[in-house]
């Protein structure tokens, strides 16, 4: 079904069945823009992951995993 379709059927809709599609609607957008944030929600393609590319340019300290010394009181 195109996009002209949908368009189409729901202007053969009453106004409160309109309201309920665009209800709907925007429920299925947020659905599918936060369980599959990889998607592309239109036309556009997925664009590719560069593998490698912060390599070297992130650090980490050794102790990281240590407890901070200003939450003493509460461990």
């Not at 202007?11 to 665009?22: G, M």
Request: proline share 7%.
């Amino acid at each position: 079904m195109t996009k002209a379709e949908i368009l189409q059927k729901l202007d053969e809709l009453p106004l409160e069945a309109q309201q309920k599609a665009l209800s709907f609607i925007e429920m299925l957008v947020m659905q599918y823009a936060t369980s599959s944030p990889g998607l592309p929600l239109g036309d556009e393609s997925p664009k590719r992951r560069l593998v490698g590319v912060w390599e070297g340019k992130v650090w980490m300290s050794d102790d990281f995993d240590e407890p901070l010394e200003e939450f003493k009181d509460y461990m």
